[in-house]
């Protein structure tokens, strides 16, 4: 439901440590808009839709991330790569920097909520220091109504100062001088010196893939989600650029959310969020008509470029390929509301497997199910980074080992326990190539994957038989022999080579990286879940 209306509430920031700044609460996002445009900040497409730039960060920066380390998360959290800890007196020093570069500016302040499912709602209220970071939040955040504003008390702080960067990062436990940091004791997310919004996003998603498990007896993904006519509903993992939110955008069933969900013990799915956030980087009308429809006034186009004719270039990476747009889910026409369903019944993970060697659709046992969520692969392709010349492996645990602060094996137990309860079925998706890898072959054409999306949900992939599927030699997924609206010999992936020399030699070294990447898992997991990976043998 839109909710445009302003809150005549008035609020003030000192409790925080913030003195003298002149606060607008609840600005709307017509408001916010013009306060962007105002300051110079961005600029209007031709249908009147904000595009802005993010500055020096177009994306996350993982690498300045980090997590308090105090007595609650010392033995709770998976101290590593992904989760780097910083003392609290660090936090409170960089907390009271930031409060004070705040102090006696323009400030934009919002109240909102996360978890659909009024069971697990969680009050946030973001307080930052540009409009249009503002606007962004009342896109992704759940919206409340004015009489809920009236006595809201936030559970979850956001503070976002993308002006202030920390004169001496080393002596405050910081890589440099930019920070996103969690104190789930505090229960503060703290973003400075970066104005790339998904560092907000990201941030509350981490904080509830912490707390839901450990406190809630919640599985939280990283998913999008769907339900059809029949109350059967859908959950697509993927990372980013595997079509999680295209696929999970269907004229056909209702979109719950497109990127993080949380899956209850009572068999609910919800969203955690009230917006999308989509890749726009060679978006059309025709391929992706509701995420194109999607983009106008009270969306946020970021880092995009534009025509001399003042339309957006869709095809232009200049800038970056992280092109991004914010909506409010209600511009998507046909969505759940509220946001949240019952019935999981299938479950895909996505992956673009830059060799082209998996399947386009495998259906997974149980023990392949974990050893993929635990995986989480997809591939890099040449040249969108430097130094990447040729396809690379990615692994992300839980398809979201970044905003994973738990042992991705807790996630997995979890998974294994809901799926065997609610007798899913679960399958392996391949969105990237086909008859080669990058370079050689092709991308799997959007128009098949849809096909076979919708086949498995119809039950239309036939039998777990031996007349109905084919186990692959490598990988010991089941393939589906044939699929409605897609070619047979597109079903196999060494039948679009043409060379199975050549097809075997890559998927050995694909495989090969799948075993190499689960060994710092092995200990973890059962034999069943380690057998549930490529087979060993040669072809």
Not at 20 to 41: C, F, R, V
Not at 157 to 171: R, S, T, W
Not at 353 to 367: C, E, M, N, R, W
Request: with cysteine.
């Amino acid at each position: 439901m839109t909710n445009h209306t302003k809150s005549t509430k008035s609020i003030s920031l000192e409790k925080y440590g913030i003195n003298n700044a002149q606060i607008h609460y609840q600005l709307s996002p017509e408001d916010l808009q013009q306060k962007t445009l105002e300051g110079g900040m961005g600029k209007e497409t031709k249908n009147g839709t904000l595009a802005v730039n993010t500055g020096k960060f177009t994306g996350r920066s993982p690498e300045d991330r980090f997590l308090v380390k105090d007595d609650y998360t010392s033995d709770k959290i998976w101290w590593g790569a992904s989760n780097k800890p910083i003392s609290p007196e660090n936090f409170d020093f960089l907390q009271n920097e930031v409060e004070n570069y705040l102090s006696g500016k323009e400030l934009y302040v919002r109240d909102g909520y996360v978890c659909a499912d009024p069971d697990y709602k969680m009050n946030v209220r973001s307080i930052t220091e540009y409009p249009w970071s503002n606007m962004f939040i009342y896109n992704m955040f759940l919206r409340p109504d004015d009489n809920e504003l009236d006595n809201f008390q936030e559970e979850w702080l956001v503070l976002c100062a993308p002006g202030y960067v920390c004169p001496d990062p080393e002596a405050h436990g910081l890589r440099q001088g930019n920070f996103s940091i969690l104190n789930f004791t505090k229960k503060i997310a703290l973003v400075a010196g970066s104005a790339y919004t998904g560092e907000m996003k990201k941030g509350i998603f981490t904080a509830l893939n912490f707390i839901l498990p450990v406190e809630k007896n919640v599985l939280p993904m990283h998913c999008s989600a769907n339900v059809g006519e029949d109350g059967e509903t859908a959950i697509f993992f993927g990372l980013s650029g595997t079509g999680k939110t295209t696929l999970s955008t269907d004229p056909n069933r209702k979109l719950i959310g497109d990127d993080e969900h949380g899956w209850t013990a009572e068999n609910t799915i919800f969203n955690f969020e009230g917006g999308c956030y989509a890749k726009v980087i060679d978006l059309s009308e025709e391929k992706e008509p509701d995420i194109y429809r999607a983009i106008r006034p009270g969306a946020i186009l970021e880092n995009v470029i534009f025509k001399e004719n003042g339309e957006v270039d869709y095809m232009d990476s200049t800038i970056t390929q992280n092109t991004r747009v914010s909506y409010p889910i209600y511009h998507i026409d046909n969505i759940k509301q509220p946001s949240y369903a019952s019935n999981p019944k299938n479950i895909f993970f996505l992956t673009a497997d830059a060799f082209g060697v998996l399947p386009p659709i495998s259906k997974l046992t149980p023990a392949q199910a974990a050893y993929h969520f635990i995986s989480g692969y997809t591939a890099k392709v040449a040249g969108t980074e430097a130094g990447v010349v040729e396809p690379q492996p990615s692994f992300s645990a839980c398809f979201g080992a970044p905003f994973m602060p738990l042992h991705p094996t807790k996630y997995a137990d979890m998974l294994s326990r809901k799926m065997k309860e609610a007798g899913v079925n679960v399958w392996l998706v391949n969105t990237g190539w086909t008859g080669g890898p990058y370079g050689v072959g092709t991308r799997m054409k959007l128009k098949y994957t849809r096909a076979m999306i919708t086949a498995a949900l119809n039950g239309e992939l036939g039998n777990y038989t031996y007349e109905d599927y084919h186990i692959h030699s490598v990988f010991g997924v089941a393939q589906p022999r044939t699929c409605p609206g897609v070619p047979t010999e597109v079903l196999s992936p060494r039948t679009t080579w043409n060379d199975d020399e050549a097809y075997y030699k890559m998927a050995f070294k694909l495989s090969n990286s799948f075993r190499e990447n689960f060994k710092k898992f092995e200990s973890y997991a059962s034999e069943e879940v380690r057998r549930g990976g490529p087979q060993r043998y040669a072809f």
